[in-house]
Structures are given as structure tokens and as C-alpha cells.
């Protein structure tokens, strides 16, 4: 008897630590203060979404065709839209989480009609018929007494988190992609009209040269070299306008859109080359606040929290 005592002693010793050993919730590294004196840790609350002072910074180019190309992007992107669903997962899971925590039930009931038996005897068939009525029913809650289910509430919690902050990341990448494509099709254009303009000038420049040679007013080797450069600067116009349509391809890769389509809604901003007001700083705040932003990061931190 009192080693079966001490060894239930024993069991629920350790189902005790075993329960006490749930773990503590998720806290974020203790911030280090930089040389200026900010904190390099932001709360985990920091909303991934439009509070950010760099949301949308590529409407600050000022290119309205632009800003619709990054949206119809964002609309064709299937890697967004695999960040949406598992978003939609994500809430799911803490919708079901929150469940999991109410009480659960069961109800049951029968009715039987027939002609009663003796306990463990035959059927009393001199009685007459009668109808039997039973009902029940069972209830379950779990009281979450060693922290369980809050770990598994931030868990699902965290999780949810990392989803919004990886769409937030594929959603940065893929504005980058699409603005840099945009930047070389504009400085594109521009170093083409730049160089159209130059060839205008170079020909007058030759036609003149010639006209002072008939004349005697100038040699041959004046005519050469106005036509040296002329030939030179023409060389420059085919990888210009190669590098504009391999940027206008880019720019349908990603916007699922045919090349004429990009290009028709470039050309119907009313603009060619790079916007003139083209601002020389974008509200992304100061570097060391965007790195805390950083989408990468941030859903990397909701990751191992999600693991904690």
C-alpha cells in the first residue's frame, strides 16, 4: 500500500510539472539604444498595413501611371493572392482558436414503445404496451489553469501577424520591381529624346560643314569628324530603344498585360520621360526607422514568437 501511495505521489508530481511547463508568452528582445539615442526594437502591435509613413511612397513619383500599373500588379500578383488565402487561413485559425476555448456539449434523447421486460427476463407480453422517454445530455470545458490555451491564443495570434507582414513583404517587392521597370522606361525615354535631339543638331552641324567645304571655308577632315560623330551618336539610338522594350516587358510580366497595353497607358499619362517635378526624397522616414519596419523582419519576429 504504501508503494502504490508514493508512486501516485510520483505520477502526479509529474503531471504537475509537466502542465507547469507550458512556457511564458512571447516578449520582444530588450531594446538597444543606438548612438542617437533611438530604441531598435518597436512594439510587436505595429500595424503592417496604411500607418506606415512608406505606404504608397510610390504615388510621391508622380506619375499617374505609375500608381495604376503597381495596382493592376498587385491585382495579377499570384504570390499575393497566396498571401491573401493564407491569411484567410490564419483568421480561420484564431476564429477557431476563440471555439476551442467555449464549452462544448452533446444532447441526446430516445423513445422507445413496446411491451416492457423483467430485468433479465423475457418480455411481460400480458402487460400492455408503453412509451419510454430518456433523455441526457454531457458538457466539457477546459479551464486553462497552467496557461495552455493563451499560449495557443498568441500562437494562432503571432501567426496571423507573420501572414499580414509576408503580404506586406511580397507587396514591397513587388512595388520595387515594378517602379524600377517604370524608372528605366522613362530614363529610357529621356536618353533617347535627348539623343534624337543631338542627332538633329549633329546633321545641321554636318550639312553645314559640307556646305562651308564646297565653299572652301573648311577641309576634309572637317566633314569627317562632323560625320564621325554624327554615325557615333546614332549608334546609341538601337540599345536605348532596347533597353525600353525590355523594360516595357518586365513591366507586363508583372502587371500580366500585354507590352502595347503597358505602353499605351504610359503614353496616355501625357508624359514622356521622367516627371519634371520628380521629388528628390520619398516619405520613407529615416533609415534607421525603415529598417525597424522592415516587413521581412518583423514577420520573421511574428514567426518565432508563433514557435515560442
Same mark, same amino acid.
Given at each position: +500500500?504504501r508503494?502504490?501511495?508514493?508512486?501516485?505521489?510520483? +505520477?502526479?508530481?509529474?503531471?504537475?510539472?509537466?502542465?507547469?511547463?507550458?512556457g *511564458?508568452?512571447?516578449?520582444?528582445?530588450?531594446?538597444v539604444?543606438?548612438?542617437?539615442? &533611438?530604441?531598435?526594437? *518597436?512594439?510587436?502591435? /505595429?500595424?503592417p498595413?496604411? #500607418?506606415?509613413?512608406?505606404?504608397?511612397?510610390w504615388?510621391?513619383?508622380?506619375?499617374?501611371?505609375?500608381?495604376? /500599373?503597381?495596382?493592376?500588379?498587385?491585382?495579377?500578383?499570384?504570390? $499575393?493572392?497566396?498571401?491573401?488565402?493564407?491569411?484567410?487561413?490564419?483568421?480561420?485559425?484564431?476564429?477557431?482558436?476563440?471555439?476551442?476555448?467555449?464549452?462544448?456539449?452533446?444532447?441526446?434523447?430516445?423513445?422507445?414503445?413496446?411491451?416492457?421486460?423483467?430485468?433479465g427476463?423475457?418480455?411481460?407480453?400480458?402487460?400492455?404496451?408503453? *412509451?419510454?422517454i430518456?433523455?441526457?445530455?454531457?458538457?466539457?470545458?477546459?479551464?486553462?489553469?497552467?496557461?495552455?490555451?493563451?499560449?495557443?491564443?498568441?500562437?494562432?495570434?503571432?501567426d496571423?501577424?507573420?501572414?499580414?507582414?509576408t503580404?506586406?513583404?511580397?507587396?514591397?517587392?513587388?512595388?520595387?520591381?515594378?517602379?524600377? &521597370?517604370?524608372?528605366?522606361?522613362?530614363? &529610357?525615354? #529621356?536618353? $533617347?529624346?535627348?539623343?534624337? #535631339?543631338?542627332?538633329e543638331?549633329q546633321?545641321d552641324?554636318?550639312?553645314?560643314?559640307?556646305?562651308?567645304?564646297?565653299?572652301?571655308?573648311?577641309?576634309?577632315?572637317?566633314?569627317?569628324?562632323?560625320?564621325?560623330?554624327?554615325?557615333?551618336?546614332s549608334?546609341?539610338?538601337?540599345?536605348?530603344?532596347?533597353?525600353?522594350?525590355?523594360?516595357?516587358n518586365? /513591366?507586363?510580366?508583372?502587371?500580366?498585360?500585354?507590352?502595347?497595353?503597358?505602353?499605351?497607358?504610359?503614353e496616355?499619362?501625357?508624359?514622356?520621360?521622367?516627371?519634371?517635378?520628380?521629388?528628390?526624397?520619398?516619405?520613407?522616414?529615416?533609415?534607421?526607422?525603415?529598417?525597424?519596419?522592415?516587413?521581412?523582419?518583423?514577420?520573421?519576429?511574428?514567426?518565432?514568437?508563433?514557435?515560442?
Amino acid at each position: +500500500m504504501r508503494v502504490f501511495r508514493q508512486s501516485s505521489l510520483l +505520477m502526479l508530481g509529474v503531471w504537475l510539472s509537466a502542465c507547469a511547463s507550458v512556457g *511564458t508568452p512571447y516578449e520582444p528582445p530588450t531594446p538597444v539604444e543606438t548612438e542617437q539615442g &533611438a530604441a531598435f526594437i *518597436t512594439p510587436v502591435s /505595429l500595424s503592417p498595413l496604411e #500607418d506606415e509613413p512608406a505606404h504608397d511612397w510610390w504615388r510621391g513619383l508622380g506619375d499617374p501611371a505609375l500608381e495604376t /500599373l503597381v495596382e493592376q500588379a498587385f491585382e495579377a500578383n499570384l504570390n $499575393l493572392k497566396i498571401a491573401d488565402a493564407n491569411i484567410r487561413a490564419s483568421r480561420a485559425s484564431v476564429t477557431l482558436q476563440g471555439i476551442a476555448r467555449r464549452p462544448t456539449g452533446s444532447l441526446n434523447a430516445q423513445i422507445d414503445y413496446g411491451q416492457p421486460a423483467l430485468a433479465g427476463g423475457p418480455v411481460q407480453v400480458d402487460v400492455d404496451p408503453q *412509451t419510454v422517454i430518456s433523455a441526457g445530455g454531457s458538457a466539457l470545458w477546459e479551464p486553462d489553469l497552467f496557461g495552455r490555451l493563451a499560449q495557443l491564443d498568441q500562437a494562432v495570434l503571432s501567426d496571423l501577424e507573420t501572414q499580414l507582414w509576408t503580404r506586406r513583404d511580397v507587396q514591397a517587392v513587388l512595388a520595387a520591381d515594378v517602379a524600377r &521597370a517604370w524608372l528605366e522606361v522613362r530614363a &529610357a525615354e #529621356d536618353a $533617347l529624346s535627348l539623343t534624337q #535631339d543631338n542627332l538633329e543638331i549633329q546633321r545641321d552641324t554636318l550639312d553645314l560643314t559640307q556646305l562651308r567645304f564646297d565653299e572652301g571655308f573648311a577641309t576634309q577632315q572637317d566633314t569627317s569628324l562632323a560625320s564621325s560623330q554624327l554615325r557615333t551618336t546614332s549608334a546609341l539610338v538601337p540599345p536605348l530603344r532596347a533597353n525600353r522594350i525590355a523594360a516595357l516587358n518586365r /513591366l507586363a510580366t508583372l502587371t500580366s498585360l500585354s507590352v502595347s497595353e503597358v505602353e499605351a497607358q504610359l503614353e496616355a499619362s501625357g508624359q514622356l520621360g521622367l516627371p519634371r517635378d520628380l521629388p528628390t526624397s520619398l516619405p520613407l522616414d529615416d533609415i534607421e526607422s525603415l529598417l525597424k519596419r522592415r516587413a521581412d523582419i518583423r514577420s520573421a519576429e511574428q514567426a518565432y514568437a508563433a514557435a515560442f
